[in-house]
């Protein structure tokens, strides 16, 4: 298991480098605009994505940032939410290569950002931290293609091909 997640981490980092090249492309403006989106524009999207990783995170390690709400705006400024992201998937690489392989047959009790109690596989939970930012970034994508850029290919077997 610890192998495959260790998979699934580099693969996020590498998505989440291809996608946000792309969307350096944007105007400030541009990166800023509703587009009626679930988290209504490309940054709302992008910074949900990194609160909800910063929310998993402390979840597992016990440590680290606390947002307070999933819309929450963590980095108004693209290039600082660029250089959060980056952290944060190094961070993610790092959480997922220092777990015990007997980690991921165990439980993760943790609290909703609403203070109610839950527990989930920590598997799962990984696999959810994942499949999340695959969710949000395929949003992400369908935005930068609506203002015409040329989004990349962010497939999981492009990722294996490209070694």
């Not at 105007?27 to 988290?39: P, T």
């Not at 992400?140 to 492009?158: K, N, R």
């Amino acid at each position: 298991m610890k192998a495959h997640f260790e998979r699934f981490a580099r693969y996020n980092r590498w998505a989440n480098r291809r996608l946000y090249t792309v969307a350096a492309e944007l105007s400030d403006a541009q990166y800023r605009e509703d587009r009626s989106a679930f988290f209504r524009s490309v940054r709302g999207t992008l910074n949900h994505i990194l609160v909800a990783d910063r929310v998993w995170l402390r979840r597992i390690e016990g440590a680290g940032p606390t947002p307070v709400a999933l819309d929450e705006i963590l980095y108004d400024g693209f290039d600082e939410l660029r250089a959060a992201r980056e952290a944060e998937d190094e961070r993610i690489v790092r959480v997922v290569a220092e777990q015990e392989e007997a980690r991921f047959a165990t439980d993760l009790h943790y609290h909703s950002l609403a203070g109610q109690a839950f527990t989930m596989p920590f598997s799962a939970v990984l696999a959810h931290v994942f499949n999340h930012q695959t969710h949000h970034r395929g949003q992400a994508h369908t935005l930068l293609t609506q203002f015409g850029l040329a989004a990349p290919s962010i497939d999981f077997a492009y990722f294996l091909l490209d070694k």
